[in-house]
Nanobody, 126 residues
Framework: QVQLGEAGGGLGHPGGSLRLSCVAS????????VGWFRQAPGKQREGVSC????????YYENSLKGRFTIARDNAKKTAYLQMNGLTPNDTADYYC???????????????????WGQGTRVTVSS
C-alpha cells in the first residue's frame, strides 16, 4: 500500500513563497492522480490542485491559478506544490492525496476515493 507524506509547511510571509512536497513510499504513483487539498480553520477541505501522474494533466482551483503550481518528480516519487504570492488567506492545513482510476477534476472536486497523507500546516503571517 502506497503511503503519502507531506513536508515543507511552516511560516510564510505575505508575498512570499513556500514549496510543499508529497513523497510516496511503499510503491509507485504510476497508477495515480495526486492532488493537494487544504483546510483553513473553520472551513471545509477544498481541492487546490491535482495532477495525473502519467500524462501530466492538471487541475487548479480557479482562484489559485497563476499563483500555485503542481509538479512531480517521477524518480523521487514526489509531488510538489509551489505556492507564490502568499496571503494570510492561504493559511491552512495542506494535505496530499492520491486516487486510482479517476481524473484530476474528480479527485480535486468530486467523490473520488482519496488516500490521504497526514497533512502539513502552512501559516502566512507578517
Amino acid at each position: 500500500q502506497v503511503q503519502l507524506g507531506e513536508a515543507g509547511g511552516g511560516l510564510g510571509h505575505p508575498g512570499g513563497s513556500l514549496r510543499l512536497s508529497c513523497v510516496a513510499s511503499g510503491g509507485t504513483l504510476d497508477w495515480a492522480v495526486v492532488g493537494w487539498f487544504r483546510q483553513a480553520p473553520g472551513k471545509q477541505r477544498e481541492g487546490v490542485s491535482c495532477l495525473q501522474w502519467n500524462g501530466g494533466n492538471t487541475y487548479y482551483e480557479n482562484s489559485l491559478k497563476g499563483r500555485f503550481t503542481i509538479a512531480r518528480d517521477n524518480a523521487k516519487k514526489t509531488a510538489y506544490l509551489q505556492m507564490n504570492g502568499l496571503t494570510p488567506n492561504d493559511t491552512a492545513d495542506y494535505y496530499c492525496a492520491g486516487g486510482r482510476l479517476t481524473t484530476t477534476q474528480e479527485l480535486c472536486t468530486g467523490n473520488a476515493t482519496r488516500y490521504w497523507g497526514q497533512g502539513t500546516r502552512v501559516t502566512v503571517s507578517s
